[in-house]
């Protein structure tokens, strides 16, 4: 396989086009670069930022929660020390000698009780169970009263009696109530008290009287000799101590609890749910039993783990755990377990995180505009340097054509069509437009285009007529004898006709009209300097017109010398051929005009010099008989093709569902039976039609020209109906044609040739929806037909022909 070789331009142009676009790269990636490194510069600092914030916030929560744990601690010491010391208190002034019997022991018990129940708010209950299972018991009602129940147990039953106070203490009723089965030997109080023989402390359990979650702290009562007299106990109530965990402000969330050592709880921020029912008792509930699955994970890991802090994640979200022991206090597996959402310590940082990253991205858009307006004022000083030295260009290259044009006006070469062609280029190329047209005024009504020069194409073609009856706002505009400067020449009523006419079927919209004065000064203009471009602006029109004014200036001396006839000369050619000279040919000439200095003009006749003794060749041969086929010597030809060979099997849409192909082939045939027309067949995407086989050559071209007219207005309804846009042209060439049976069995009619040759390279080569001809067949036509020109184009095997665009009939 061949090794591609890489082609480098090392042309002043290419170097210069090099280095704008290295400039160009400098001026939009150095504030690109910067501003990404800002923007980096800047996420680098709000991590690092939230890393450091995060660290110092979970230290801080480590402090927080520290203290929360020393304060439960304090909060829990200063709620039950006060029962502890008070209940060794009342049992040692029970165990004083000098109340040995049992009944001399509740006397006393009473009012002390009431002293202790009067001074603890704490205290719900003060209780006092002797071994033969009598029972005194204080306890404080709603009202801040204190009831007393006395168990007695004589030998006749047990009885038990209620004592009701007011308020103020004062005995308001005494009452005897049925036996409620209550004995205090069996109580956990009771029972833990004896066993230890000392201070015992319960789990929290319900209270048997108030249906309340609590804890009882009891102490035994002891003789002198060591005997049981009794067990004094105060229960508390634990719903003071859950109100203050749950005024506890623990981060947002965060909760505390006090659990024992099987995971029951003792103390809870809601006491609703410390209560549960287990069969006819109701018990205190575990942590894990109350369906919250971060204390579950929580208790999960203080029993793997033992006290301490850790970290857990439950779907996402991270929490921080603490527990630690109550052991010193009570005496008992109790743990204070304190749960909060991480976020609580750290949301804080990443709000503050997000608020600097849109302060951050606020200092990166300022910095992109900054850095957009500094790319932009760049762009716009290399945009406007580079348009100083076009415009230093344009007016060296403007100065040193007006030299030229100057120089050869002096030396008198003037007056011939290769002058006029090298002056419409010279122009065109110092101007740098697309098209530059020299006119001049045959008469009132009629201007004739002595040459046209488009850069594009690099033709000329001359001979082409405005008339007023066509466009009388431009004559109009025209015989002012001012300059015409049209930057949108379809917007200008002036040239709006001109622009759908002439300019833009050659792919211009702007104007520049400069008129030629005669030498005689007061004298209407004589001539036109026509600049045709795609486009300019006000300011580039400006300085065109500059330029090419004193251009019109200098062509009042080509106008002196076009004004008369050359008489003798190797350059000197006739504008308008003689009338014995007309008479064997169309009335109006419109030649194909090569470059200046590129050979001598195409025949009149249209077809190419190059192609002519081709043709005498073949008129010979078929008069010596020696070329069976038969030859036309003049048939007008139409090319119907397809830009899209695909359009021929789609459905039209309009009538029963039939394809493009059918619906166009049965309207052309039906068309040309009308006209008259002989020849017409389809070969795959393209349509032939032919006709003028006899003398009647015009008649042929006029009925040909017909039928591509119809045959366009058909195919625009048909694909306008799809909506493809146009999907076709036609070419149409009137000249020489071979036509012969072929084929075996029945034979087909077959043509083809140079006309036809030619006809499928104007459909080819065409316009989409537009039909093309040549000039052969333009000047066949001109005095039915109204025409566009289109330019010079070079056909294989034909050369160069001027084109016209055939637009209607007159």
């Known amino acids: 396989m061949a090794e591609q070789i890489e082609l480098v331009d090392y042309s002043e142009e290419g170097e210069a086009l090099r280095q704008r676009r290295r400039q160009r790269r400098r001026r939009v990636l150095i504030p690109v670069l910067g501003v990404t490194a800002l923007m980096a510069a800047l996420l680098a600092i709000a991590l690092y930022s939230y890393d450091s914030n995060r660290e110092g916030a979970l230290a801080l929560s480590q402090e927080v929660l520290a203290n929360l744990e020393h304060r439960i601690h304090s909060q829990v010491e200063s709620y039950l020390e006060p029962a502890a010391t008070a209940v060794l208190i009342v049992a040692g002034m029970l165990q004083d000698p000098r109340f040995p019997s049992p009944a001399e022991r509740l006397r006393v018990a009473e009012p002390l009780s009431q002293k202790v129940l009067q001074n603890l708010p704490q205290l719900a209950i003060v209780s006092y169970g002797t ?48 036996d409620d089965g209550f004995d205090p030997r069996d109580r956990p109080w009771y029972r833990g008290a004896v066993a230890r023989g000392g201070l015992f402390w319960t789990d929290g359990y319900v209270f048997f009287t108030d249906h309340k979650p609590g804890v009882t702290v009891a102490a035994p009562v002891h003789a002198g000799d060591g005997t049981l007299r009794g067990v004094v106990g105060l229960d ?75 970290t857990f994640e439950i779907a996402g979200e991270r ?70 030295l076009a415009r230093q260009d344009a007016i060296e290259r403007q100065g040193r054509a007006f030299a030229e044009i100057a120089a050869h006006a002096a030396q008198g070469r003037a007056a011939d069509a290769e002058a006029r062609a090298w002056l419409t280029e010279r122009v065109a190329e110092a101007a740098g437009v697309r098209r530059v047209s020299l006119w001049h005024l045959e008469s009132a009504d009629s201007l004739r285009c002595g040459d046209a020069y488009d850069r594009e194409s690099q033709g000329h073609t001359r001979d082409m007529e405005l008339t007023a009856t066509e466009l009388p706002q431009l004559f109009a505009a025209l015989a002012r004898g001012e300059a015409l400067v049209k930057p949108d020449a379809a917007a200008d009523p002036e040239t709006a006709e001109l622009h759908l006419r002439y300019l833009h079927p050659l792919g211009c ?36 017109l500059g330029f090419v004014q004193p251009v019109a200036n200098l062509l009042t001396l080509i106008l002196a010398a076009l004004s008369r006839e050359p008489a003798s000369g190797a350059n000197a050619a006739p504008e ?24 001598p003009p195409a025949p009149a006749s249209g077809v190419s010099a190059g192609v002519r ?73 393209q349509v032939v039609a032919a006709a003028g086989f006899g003398s009647d050559a015009d008649q042929g071209a006029q009925r040909i020209a017909t039928l591509a007219r119809d045959c366009q207005s058909r195919c625009s309804r048909i694909f306008g109906h799809l909506h493809e846009g146009a999907r076709f042209r036609v070419g149409l060439d009137c000249g020489q044609v071979l036509g012969s049976p072929v084929g075996e069995g029945q034979k087909r009619y077959n043509l083809w040739g140079p006309a ?14 537009e039909i093309q001809v040549t000039d052969a067949m333009y000047q066949r036509l001109r005095e039915h037909c109204l025409f566009k020109p289109r330019g010079a184009y070079y056909v294989e095997g034909t050369g160069r022909l001027a084109t016209y665009l055939l637009s209607g009939a007159r």
């Open 319 to 388: 929490y921080i755990s603490t527990a630690s022991s109550l052991r010193d206090l009570v005496d008992r597996d109790w743990s204070v377990l304190i749960v909060v959402p991480e976020e609580d310590f750290v949301g804080f940082v990443g709000r503050n995180n997000e608020t600097v990253l849109l302060l951050s991205l606020g200092v990166v858009l300022l910095a992109v505009l900054m850095a957009a307006f500094l790319v932009r004022q760049g762009l716009l000083a290399d945009r406007q340097a580079r348009r100083l």
């Open 509 to 544: 919209r702007s104007l520049i009209s400069v008129p030629v004065v005669p030498v005689r000064s007061g004298d209407a203009p004589l001539a036109f300097l026509w600049l045709e471009h795609d486009g300019f602006d006000a300011a580039r029109a400006e300085e065109l």
């Open 131 to 178: 071994p033969k299972g009598e029972y005194l018991m204080l306890r404080r009602t709603a009202d801040g009263a204190i009831d007393t129940k006395l168990i007695q147990r004589p030998a006749t039953g047990t009885r038990v009696i209620w004592i009701h106070r007011n308020p103020k203490g004062q005995v308001v009723a005494v009452e005897e109530v049925p």
């Open 613 to 685: 003794p081709a043709l005498d060749r073949l008129a010979e041969r078929v008069r010596a008989g020696g070329l069976a086929a038969q030859l036309y010597a003049d048939t007008s030809v139409m090319v119907l093709e397809l830009a899209d060979a695909l359009a021929l099997a789609e459905r039209a849409g309009e009538e029963g569902g039939a394809t493009v192909v059918d619906l166009l082939v049965c309207f052309l045939e039906a068309r040309a039976r009308e006209l008259g027309i002989d020849y017409l067949r389809v070969v795959g995407h």
């Open 756 to 769: 036809v040759q030619t006809a499928l390279a104007m459909a080819s080569a065409g316009v989409p929806g």
């Open 236 to 310: 508390m109530t634990l719903g003071q101590l859950g109100a203050f965990l749950q005024s506890l402000e623990i981060g947002r969330t965060g909760r505390a609890m006090i659990i024992d050592g099987s995971g029951r709880l003792v103390a809870h921020p809601e006491l609703d749910q410390m209560i549960k029912q287990a069969g006819e008792e109701l018990v205190t509930a575990a942590l894990d039993e109350l369906g919250d699955p971060v204390l579950t994970r929580a208790l999960s890991h203080f029993r793997l783990e033992g006290h301490g802090r850790r």
């Open 576 to 599: 308008r051929p003689p009338p014995a000279q007309a008479a064997g040919r169309s009335q109006a000439v419109a030649a194909s005009v090569p470059a200046a200095g590129s050979g």
